[in-house]
């Protein structure tokens, strides 16, 4: 039955293949279960309903992922848009977390409407070849920078930003081994290499403390939902502060979603000629959904995880990928302290070598047409920079469509990339 309605053979895959790839997806992401409820309860929300929240958040939108568009894409709550929720919209702006979701739960009803009248796919397909490299390339820096950073490899500096952590660091040491192991395997084209290697590095922890063994019981009910769930509020929904957060909400999450979308599907091979994403409609769906019933069990905006490239890396290429995420998710709600005694650290090797994985569009790139290069390389270089997958689009297409016109190529240029162009200026004057 899964090999029929997965087309797991016509994929050139396994079944096998498919739930190692999901399950190394979930390894890379599980660190979402434990931060996204440390971030939001800085609002005041209850950390324990957050966790359970995160979980049925996460399972929901990727079963439709799984079910419906037949990717192999994992969502959760995204990371910069839960600390844009807590620490801008809150503690910042001063609403209250139930204003925040009403935000939320508004971005989500209008991401389903803006899906189902083809405009999320439209400007999607819009987005010009070498742009589309340059976004693969791009996320694989920044997904390296987060797994060197969230090892402490990478820490700030005051002086010049960034500087090199302390190589002596216990999380360094498990890191650097993670990398190394795990970059032997791959040598050695080991089957399951990432995942072997987050499970090595979580043993290298626990000897050196990074790693702790959680105390009590391993199994238990998740924690209850009603402190959060259903707290919307509609009696500001026609203010102009509440019009400025959802814009925002609406914007990060419509361009963190189509960067993933295309970065991940182009390292995968799975663009088409004219470099269409299959089921891309679909694959936007989940996330309209996700983020709108997200909302409503109580957490921020979900969005496509760019940690989907780990297991595409693995060779997951079907729904059955993301249906064993699924899986894990709804594992994840009774077996938490077990899925989260694996540290930051033991991940940050398989963040690194994805990013490797996802330079190789790079070469795809016509570097001898400025017009073309030098919006590429805005795109590759802001993500990680501005440490956003949004921000790094943004630089891209606004250079793309401004050097084209003023070198007389106009013509290259879509409708969709002009309208695209002024709505990005004037987004630079509501933050």
Same mark, same amino acid.
């Given at each position: 039955m899964l090999e029929k309605f997965f087309r797991i053979s016509?994929?050139?895959?396994?079944?096998?293949?498919?739930?190692?790839?999901?399950?190394?997806?979930?390894?890379?992401?599980?660190?979402?279960?434990?931060?996204?409820?440390?971030?939001?309860?800085?609002?005041?929300?209850?950390?324990?309903?957050?966790f359970t929240a995160t979980a049925l958040a996460s399972l929901a939108a990727t079963l439709v992922m799984a079910l419906y568009a037949k990717l192999p894409f994992a969502l959760a709550p995204g990371m910069g848009l839960n600390a844009f929720f807590a620490f801008t919209v809150v503690l910042g702006m001063g609403h209250s977390w139930q204003f925040a979701l009403t935000a939320v739960f508004i971005e989500g009803i209008i991401f389903i409407l803006l899906t189902a009248f083809n405009i999320r796919e439209l400007i999607v397909n819009s987005i010009p070849m070498n742009m589309k490299h340059a976004v693969s390339a791009g996320i694989g820096l920044f997904i390296a920078f987060i797994g060197l950073q969230n090892a402490g490899i990478i820490v700030n500096n005051d002086a010049v930003l960034l500087g090199l952590g302390s190589v002596k660091s216990p999380a360094v040491i498990v890191a650097l081994s993670g990398i190394i192991i795990t970059g032997v395997l791959l040598a050695k084209n080991v089957k399951g290499a990432l995942l072997i290697g987050i499970f090595a590095a979580t043993i290298i922890g626990l000897p050196l403390g990074v790693t702790m063994i959680p105390k009590g019981h391993l199994v238990s009910l998740p924690p209850s939902l009603s402190p959060i769930f259903m707290k919307l509020e509609f009696h500001e929904i026609f203010t102009a502060d509440m019009l @400025?957060? $959802?814009?925002?909400?609406?914007?990060?999450?419509?361009? %963190?979603?189509?960067?993933?979308? @295309?970065? $991940?599907?182009?390292?995968?091979?799975?663009?088409?000629? %004219?470099?269409?994403?299959?089921?891309a409609k679909q694959a936007l769906f989940a996330d309209a959904i996700g983020t709108t019933f997200g909302a409503m069990l109580g957490t921020s905006t979900v969005t496509t995880y760019v940690e989907s490239a780990s297991g595409v890396a693995e060779g997951g290429r079907t729904g059955l990928t993301s249906l064993s995420v699924a899986g894990l998710f709804l594992l994840a709600l009774f077996f938490a302290p077990l899925f989260l005694m694996i540290p930051a650290a033991a991940t940050a090797p398989v963040l690194f070598l994805v990013g490797l994985f996802m330079m190789s569009p790079i070469l795809k790139i016509n570097l001898n047409d400025f017009t073309e290069a030098i919006p590429a390389f805005f795109t590759i270089i802001m993500m990680p920079l501005s440490y956003s997958i949004a921000e790094g689009i943004v630089f891209g297409m606004l250079s793309y469509v401004l050097l084209k016109l003023l070198t007389g190529k106009y013509r290259e240029v879509t409708p969709v990339m002009y309208v695209l162009a002024v709505l990005f200026v004037l987004s630079f004057f509501t933050k």
């Open positions: 016509e994929n050139k895959t396994t079944i096998r293949t498919e739930v190692l790839a999901g399950l190394t997806t979930f390894m890379t992401m599980a660190y979402i279960l434990a931060v996204n409820p440390s971030i939001l309860s800085a609002t005041g929300m209850d950390k324990n309903a957050l @400025v957060v $959802v814009f925002t909400f609406l914007f990060v999450d419509m361009f %963190d979603t189509v960067g993933t979308l @295309v970065g $991940v599907s182009d390292k995968a091979g799975m663009l088409s000629k %004219d470099g269409k994403i299959p089921n």
